[in-house]
């Protein structure tokens, strides 16, 4: 019988919000932040079982809701800027054992570069699924017709700092993406792993048959869960120095 992993609930009071999270620990320790997706009614919730899965590996994690999805308030405008502070509120949450891990999907993908390139948050393992990149000018501006009419323009994401900030990063880079994938271009994958130039390992996963709508996937594909929670451990817990630049799964 397998083990039955339950998440213990948590508040992150950040003077603006108050956040609902909570920790799903493995055999007592939880070192991976898992930010979930910032569209429609996207919350930590549509992650919980690929965390389970990730938890019986030996990976505990950290997720949060961010303001304005499932549980958290929603008090002020939301912005890109806004959800990397309340990002770095929630890893403070983290253990300190190693490694320390950052996932990030879709629009947290670029939150969790961010996080990953700033050497105070001691991140070794950064992973995206997903993961979108935006043009540094849209980063202060609240989400609106102004912030979507900075995403609409043509190739804006090449902005992005991410790309830049990328090279800094010393630990494991694991981009995943999805092959039929109409949201998030590819290329933004490409130009992570070819920037990442200091990084211990490098590496682009395609995980065929699937859309950038992932959590709604695990229902539709028995096994699917089982196959990124394969990606993930091996992206986080292996030693490897190996360098490859893709995958497919």
């Known amino acids: 019988m397998r083990t039955m992993f339950a998440p213990k609930r ?15 620990a493995a055999d007592g320790c939880a070192s991976c932040l898992v930010l979930h997706g910032g569209a429609g009614t996207s919350d930590r919730s549509h992650w919980l079982v690929l965390r389970q899965n990730l938890a019986r590996r030996g990976i505990g994690s950290v997720a949060v809701d961010f303001s304005g ?23 403070q949450y983290l253990d300190e054992a190693e490694p320390r891990a950052v996932i990030g999907i879709s629009m947290s993908g670029e ?53 830049e900030q990328i090279a800094s990063f010393p630990g494991r880079l694991t981009v995943v993406r999805a092959a039929e994938d109409t949201v998030v271009p590819a290329t933004i994958g490409e130009l992570l792993v070819a920037n990442a130039r ?30 990124l929670g394969n990606v993930i451990c091996r992206a986080i817990l292996a030693r490897s120095m190996h360098f490859e630049l893709n995958r497919v799964i």
């Open 69 to 91: 999805h499932g549980e958290s308030s929603a008090r002020t405008p939301n912005s890109l800027s806004k959800r990397y502070r309340e990002a770095v509120a929630a890893l």
């Open 198 to 227: 200091r990084a211990e390992h490098a590496e682009i996963v395609d995980i065929l048959n699937t859309d950038h709508a992932l959590g709604l996937a695990f229902r539709a594909q028995p096994g699917l869960v089982d196959r």
């Open 111 to 163: 939150i969790a570069v961010r996080l990953a390139a700033a050497p105070r948050n001691r991140i070794t393992r950064l992973v995206t699924l997903v993961g979108a990149a935006y043009d540094s000018a849209a980063f202060e501006v609240p989400f609106g017709p102004a912030f979507t009419k900075i995403l609409r323009t043509p190739q804006s994401w090449r902005r992005s700092v991410v790309f």
């Open 10 to 24: 948590f508040a992150i009071d950040t003077g603006a919000e108050v956040l609902a999270a909570d920790r799903l």
